[in-house]
């Protein structure tokens, strides 16, 4: 099944949004597969966000995310790498809708709140990069009242 890497950022952890966000993706139907709570370094950051790294708010934003502890997460199914990026809003919080998850808790770009993963592919790379012990396994047994 399809898996993405979510990322609850410093400012989630500090401002207790923790519950309300793993709890809109247990409501949806999503089956959490990893979790924990960790504060990473700048060289791990850095990797993190490598594609960034040419721009001018990557200092910034290394040191936002290094700034005290994430709670790092995977996610599983149907679709969850697209509908995942929905629940989470648009990168630029007073353009996310209401109801998202920036939309209803963020303000500013630098301090946004979430991450997760872009695509299928970068969900893999990033998986593997915080969960080098590879996720948990278990099944719902509320599977098939969620799942066609
Ligand atoms: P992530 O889920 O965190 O990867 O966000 P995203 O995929 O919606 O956006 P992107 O990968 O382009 O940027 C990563 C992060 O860098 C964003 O979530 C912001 O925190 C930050 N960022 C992106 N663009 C800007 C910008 O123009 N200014 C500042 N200060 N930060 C930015
Ligand atoms: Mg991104």
Redo the contacts with the bound molecule.
């Keep these: 099944a399809e898996q993405t890497f979510i990322m609850i950022k410093p400012d989630g952890v500090q401002r207790g949004l923790v519950g309300e966000i793993i709890s809109r993706f247990e409501k949806k139907g999503f089956y959490l597969k990893g979790l924990k709570l960790i504060t990473v370094d700048r060289p791990f950051a850095e990797r993190h ?1 490598s594609d ?1 790294s040419a ?1 001018p ?1 990557f200092n ?2 290394v040191e ?1 995310i290094i700034s005290g502890p994430v709670v790092a997460m995977v996610w599983e199914g149907k679709g969850v790498v697209a509908t995942g990026r929905k629940l ?1 809003g ?2 630029n919080p007073l353009a996310s809708e209401p109801g998202t998850i920036r939309g209803d808790f963020a303000i500013d ?2 301090r ?1 709140v ?3 993963s ?1 695509s299928v592919e970068s969900a893999t790379k990033e998986i593997a990069l915080w969960f080098p012990e590879g996720p948990a396994n278990w099944q719902s047994s509320l599977h098939s009242w969620i799942y066609e």
């Design positions: 966000y960034l721009k708010f910034g934003l936002y989470i648009a990168t770009i630098g946004n979430i991450h997760g872009d």
